[in-house]
């Protein structure tokens, strides 16, 4: 049940998780639980993020060093490769 609420590989993702939950407050630990008992979606990752946010752990490095286009660009590169 734990994987379903939330997936975190560990040798991926290092982030003492465990020790960060038990650093929550119990309301905060409550509004959690209640949002899987309800079966709200995403819990996991809004838990996750809640944790990063509190810890100050950047979401995704990789991120910010993604060089993105506009549907512009995609369009003109698509008309080019037919």
Avoid: C
């Amino acid at each position: 049940m734990r994987g379903a609420i939330l997936s975190i590989d560990k040798k991926a993702n290092p982030e003492p998780i465990k020790e960060w939950i038990t650093a929550l407050s119990s309301e905060e630990k409550d509004y959690f639980i209640l949002e899987v008992a309800t079966g709200k979606n995403n819990v996991g990752i809004q838990l996750v993020n809640r944790l990063r946010e509190l810890f100050k752990i950047p979401r995704s490095e990789s991120n910010y060093d993604t060089h993105r286009r506009s549907f512009s660009q995609l369009l003109e590169n698509a008309k080019k490769q037919m």
